[in-house]
């Protein structure tokens, strides 16, 4: 899905604040000018992911990397890890198995530091122990759709989250043993998502395949990934889209996954007619003449 005027103007909006301690630097008019040229022959030609990291990288042609991602990621990774025993725990004993997994999943994926101007280990507290609604016609076609399934693609998002992620996973293992899952990572360091590297540091390598996406665009750009990925992808009887960024690069992209992820932002609010951070778990051929 090519981005939005909304959107346009969050990812303008976001250089603008990570050059405001450059503003006196003569680098600042340059990195302007070379950026609003960029966006005059790009802005609505690509999605949100693919533009905002094309801005990224002019911004560290002039300044360096905005913010040390690798830390972040190891924090919220290890953050999460040491919960997963309270959280599987707390999935075992549940009614419903994988309402509460998808409850999870939409907790960790409050970690963006991409869609939100700061993250709150307290609000991510908050939004863990919640129960938040999930649509119970769509929990029901996914059950009958894993249920038929031979494949499923989980297409993941953020780190910390990641976790949320393998547990769904290993969930979903456990109650269709004989579907095969294969968790798409981005091809590198991109903002905080999550890669092979973090696959490994959360033990996912060795519950389900794991394969980076060939791509460092935020969210899964069908034109800027891997044969392979795209290949993954188009054969899945089941997809898992996980976070605000698969859903602005997949949707109306000719694949069918199921989106799941909560509301971060205005532009979304209004989109799904929801309060911030709702839980979203809806199938792409739901949104049929919504745009």
């Known amino acids: ?86 959280f599987l725990e707390k999935i075992k004993n549940s009614e419903d198995k994988i309402k509460t997994c998808i ?17 709150s280990d307290e609000k991510l507290s908050e ?23 031979k494949t499923l ?37 991109t903002g905080n998502d999550a890669t092979l590297e973090d696959a490994e540091e959360i033990g996912l390598t060795g519950i389900v395949e794991c394969v980076g996406n060939g791509s460092t665009v935020y969210g899964t750009d069908l034109s800027d990934i891997s044969k392979e990925a795209n290949e993954l992808l188009h054969s899945a009887d089941v997809i898992i889209a996980k976070g605000q960024a698969n859903f602005e690069t997949l949707h109306r992209e000719g694949i069918n996954p199921y989106y799941l992820f909560i509301c971060k932002c205005q532009h979304f609010m209004e989109y799904f007619d929801v309060p911030l951070f709702s839980n979203i778990f809806v199938r792409e051929d739901e949104l049929e003449g919504r745009d």
Request: charged share 30%.
């Open 153 to 189: 693609v989980y297409v993941t998002d953020n780190c910390g989250e990641v976790v949320m992620d393998k547990l769904f996973m290993e969930t979903i293992k456990s109650l269709y043993p004989e579907l095969k899952i294969t968790a798409l990572l981005r091809g590198g360091l």
């Open 103 to 119: 409850n999870y999943a939409c907790a960790g994926n409050y970690i963006d530091f991409g869609a939100l101007d700061s993250v």
């Open 1 to 86: 899905m090519n981005i939005c005027k909304d959107c346009v103007f969050c990812v303008i909006g976001k250089q603008k604040k990570a050059t405001d301690e450059h503003i006196d630097s003569p680098d600042c008019e340059k990195f302007l000018q070379d950026m609003l040229d960029f966006l005059s022959k790009n802005t609505f030609s690509h999605t949100t992911g693919w533009l905002s990291k094309k801005l990224e990288e002019i911004y560290e042609d002039y300044f360096g990397v905005q913010d040390d991602f690798p830390a972040i990621k190891h924090k919220y990774n290890q953050l999460l890890l040491k919960q997963q025993d309270q």
């Open 127 to 149: 939004l863990i122990e919640r129960e938040a609604p999930v649509d119970e016609k769509e929990l029901q076609r996914f059950r009958e759709d894993l249920a038929k399934a």
